[in-house]
């Protein structure tokens, strides 16, 4: 019955429908969609010498896998004013990260629903039973759900207030500042797609991106705590316990060993080089998202005239050693599951 009930669930994982058979019809329904409600993107593609087709599988698998890797050098700054394009990959966004549980669940209930098999009750009535960390409880996912659109909506509304009128965006009518706002905002947790240079946007809005990226793709405003399996807290704790810190206290670590080793452009570049844009890239790399704010030659206080702009993210402008430590950060930010309780040795009073 386990063994059923297991290969069950690895059945209606949603992600099969983009690994196995189902590649094909799944690209096939998104060259259709692109072709019929997005000319001016194929336009785009068109002038690049991309195939719709590589395009669209490409994305939304990136997009759902929260990959954040666009087959154009801009990433999505080059489709801002598509804002069909971008309603089309907008719920790939949630389905392949935050709202993943709720949407399984969804799934698994409608399928009850329609096979009449008790396997199905079985999986939603035993979620802790089953030991798949993705298939939540029902209050979880409510509360999931609720945290979600509610992170969004702030974002959106922050977003919107202080750079409606600004450069960031110029030639966007109504519509387009609307799904192209909203767009920026939901990938500012886990996906990384931009459709606005981050550089150039308010300080404000980067350290908010900065608190949604440090937070695990499973917060939930109303955390939901198991009450029928409490262990009891030991008093004493065990040495490797007082010496694992806390995910945040390494954080600081890392941010604190990347100005050392990026001191120098620290202090001849510092429209740039800031500890702001760090902070940033050291938080997108641990919650691997993959925003970052660039470098631009224009802001340098002492022109380099060898220096020219491209299309790359900031950390391809840091040292080795900084490039390195980013690559830990990265690894860092993949296992940070297996160190989420650190830091209990410490009490603040």
């Known amino acids: 019955m386990r063994a059923a009930i297991g290969r069950l669930l690895h059945k209606v994982d949603p992600t099969l429908f983009i690994r196995r058979r189902d590649n094909e019809k799944y690209g096939m329904w998104e060259k259709s969609w692109s072709r019929a409600y997005i000319p001016s993107a194929k336009h785009v593609l068109k002038n690049k010498g991309i195939k719709i087709e590589t395009f669209s599988l490409f ?8 990959c954040g890797y666009v087959p154009t050098n801009e990433n999505m700054i080059v489709f801002k004013k598509n804002s069909g394009l971008l309603l089309l990959i907008l719920p790939h966004t949630l389905l392949g990260n935050t709202l993943y549980p709720s949407c399984l669940r969804l799934f698994i209930t409608l399928l009850k629903n329609v096979t009449k098999r008790e396997e199905f009750s079985y999986l939603l009535k035993n979620t802790k039973e089953m030991g798949y960390d993705h298939l939540l409880s029902p209050l979880h996912c409510w509360n999931l759900v609720v945290t979600v659109f509610g992170f969004i909506v702030i974002q959106f509304v922050l977003f919107c207030s202080l750079e409606w009128s600004s450069k960031t965006m110029e030639g966007l009518n109504l519509y387009q500042k609307v799904v192209a706002s909203l767009f920026q905002v939901t990938n500012a947790r886990h996906s ?6 981050i550089s150039t946007i308010s300080s404000a809005i980067l350290v908010l991106f900065i608190v949604m990226m440090y937070l695990p793709p499973y917060t939930t405003f109303l955390p939901v ?22 995910q945040l206290s390494y954080l600081v670590i890392f941010i604190i060993l990347i100005c ?6 620290l202090k001849e570049d510092p429209l740039n080089f800031n500890v702001l844009n760090i902070t940033l890239e050291v938080i997108s790399a641990y919650g691997n998202v993959g925003l970052s704010t660039g470098y631009s030659c224009s802001r340098q206080l002492k022109a380099d005239p060898m220096c020219k702009d491209s299309w790359i993210g900031f950390s391809g402008r840091w040292s080795t050693r900084g490039k390195f430590i980013l690559i830990l950060v990265m690894f860092f930010g993949r296992l940070k599951k297996f160190n989420m309780n650190g830091g209990k040795a410490w009490h603040l009073s």
């Not at 990384?192 to 240079?197: A, H, K, L, R």
């Not at 705590?225 to 806390?246: A, G, P």
């Open 192 to 197: 990384g797609e931009s459709v606005f240079d």
């Open 59 to 66: 994305t939304i698998v990136s997009t759902f896998a929260s």
């Open 225 to 246: 705590r198991d009450h029928t399996n409490i262990d009891v807290k030991r008093d004493q704790k065990s040495l490797v316990e007082c010496l694992v810190f806390s």
């Open 260 to 265: 050392i080793t990026e001191r120098q452009s």
